[in-house]
């Protein structure tokens, strides 16, 4: 049986009252990312000056930021670092012009990794000490299998213009990332390969992957844990 849902429910404002997030929801660092533009079929009906922002947005952002690497920068930690993920006494931390920044000693100092991108980068998941993922504009999916010193592109999609917020795994071969209006991509092979999925016929932002521990309803049993996809407009899918 494959482990993906078929589908998806959205839930009610205020779902998530009462129950406890891991720390992989409350690890954010700094605002939340700028979305870019995106294709016209996926922002017909968005507001004039909505839609004014995001262009503004794609036009400072540089087009071909993909296809070049991060600039080893001495400055790159005082950079804007958006995302962080806490495996043990490592720490990785992603954010602007494709930097990622790995300690071991628990943030008494940094090594900028070699990225091959100098996209924004949004988020980064790491399964374990050695293996992990990122993600960011122009649809980048990076992995790392040496604890964040060397990341490899498994997936980018420039053409799309649609930036990806947010990364989750389950484990090591099944995990999900999400995006700007209703972007959402998941893999069964690791990352490897990742397969477009449809979750409403809305274009909402699909802005984070929640892990929650959901009480048992009769109090006795231990909490269950549930996927959330927490979205624009008080919108969250499970």
């Known amino acids: 049986m494959s482990p993906f849902r078929s589908t998806w429910t959205r839930e009610a404002p205020g779902a998530f009252a009462g129950v406890a997030t891991t720390p992989r929801a409350a690890h954010r ?71 990622v920044l790995v300690s071991t000693d628990d943030g008494a100092s940094w090594t900028q990794a070699d990225v091959p991108t100098r996209v924004l980068l949004t988020a980064v998941h790491m399964h374990d000490e050695r293996t992990g993922w990122a993600v960011g504009h122009d649809a980048v999916i990076l992995r790392t299998d040496d604890g964040g010193a060397t990341w490899s592109i498994v997936h980018q999609a420039p053409e799309e213009e649609l930036p990806l917020l947010d990364v989750w795994f389950r484990d090591a071969r099944t995990g999900f990332a999400v995006g700007a ?31 929650v521990a959901v009480p048992a309803s009769d109090s006795s049993g231990p909490p269950s844990q549930r996927l959330f996809i927490a979205g624009e407009a008080r919108v969250a899918y499970r």
């Open 29 to 99: 660092i700094g605002p939340p990312p700028p979305v870019r533009d995106a294709p016209a079929r996926a922002r017909s009906h968005r507001p004039a000056a909505h839609l004014a922002i995001i262009g503004l947005l794609a036009v400072l952002a540089p087009g071909s930021a993909g296809a070049e690497s991060a600039v080893q920068a001495p400055l790159a930690i005082e950079s804007l670092l958006l995302d962080g993920a806490v495996v043990g006494s490592r720490m990785v931390v992603v954010g602007a012009r494709g930097h």
């Open 181 to 211: 209006y209703g972007y959402f991509l998941a893999t069964e092979d690791g990352g490897e390969t990742w397969t477009p999925r449809t979750i409403s016929a809305n274009d909402f932002h699909l802005n984070a992957l929640v892990t």
